[in-house]
C-alpha cells in the first residue's frame, strides 16, 4: 500500500521561509515524478512545483525564484525550499506522485500539511 507523508508545514511570518519533506513508501516498482501542489480556501488544488525524470522542474510563475523543489530518487522522498513567504502562499500544501506499483502507474496524493503565512 502505497503512502506519502508529508511533514514540514506550519506558522511563518511574511518574509520567512519553510521547507516542506515528503516521503513515498510502501509497493513501489518505480516513481516518474513528485510535486507539490496546493489548495487555498474556497478553491481549486493548484500545481506549485514539479520535478520529473529529467530536465527542469515546473514551477508555477507566482514562486518562481522563491521555492526550490528537490528530490532524492534513492529515498523516494520530495522537497520543496519556501523562501520568501507571503500570506497569499497561505494553503494546504499537497505531495503529488506518480507511481508505478504491480497493476500500473497510479497517481497518489499526501494527506496535505498547512501552511500559514501571517504576522
Known amino acids: 500500500q502505497v503512502q506519502l507523508v508529508e511533514s514540514g508545514g506550519g506558522l511563518v511570518q511574511p518574509g520567512g521561509s519553510l521547507r516542506l519533506s515528503c516521503a513515498a513508501s510502501?509497493?513501489?516498482?518505480?516513481?516518474?515524478?513528485m510535486g507539490w501542489y496546493l489548495q487555498a480556501p474556497g478553491k481549486q488544488r493548484e500545481l506549485v512545483a514539479m520535478?520529473?525524470?529529467?530536465?527542469?522542474?515546473n514551477y508555477a510563475d507566482s514562486v518562481k525564484g522563491r521555492f526550490t523543489i528537490s528530490r532524492d530518487r534513492n529515498r523516494n522522498r520530495v522537497y520543496l525550499q519556501m523562501n520568501s513567504l507571503k500570506p497569499e502562499d497561505t494553503a494546504v500544501y499537497y505531495c503529488?506522485?506518480?507511481?508505478?506499483?504491480?497493476?500500473?502507474?497510479?497517481?497518489?496524493w499526501g494527506q496535505g500539511t498547512q501552511v500559514t503565512v501571517s504576522s
Open positions: 510502501g509497493g513501489i516498482r518505480d516513481i516518474k515524478s
Open positions: 503529488y506522485a506518480n507511481i508505478l506499483i504491480n497493476t500500473g502507474w497510479r497517481d497518489y
Open positions: 520535478a520529473g525524470t529529467g530536465g527542469s522542474p
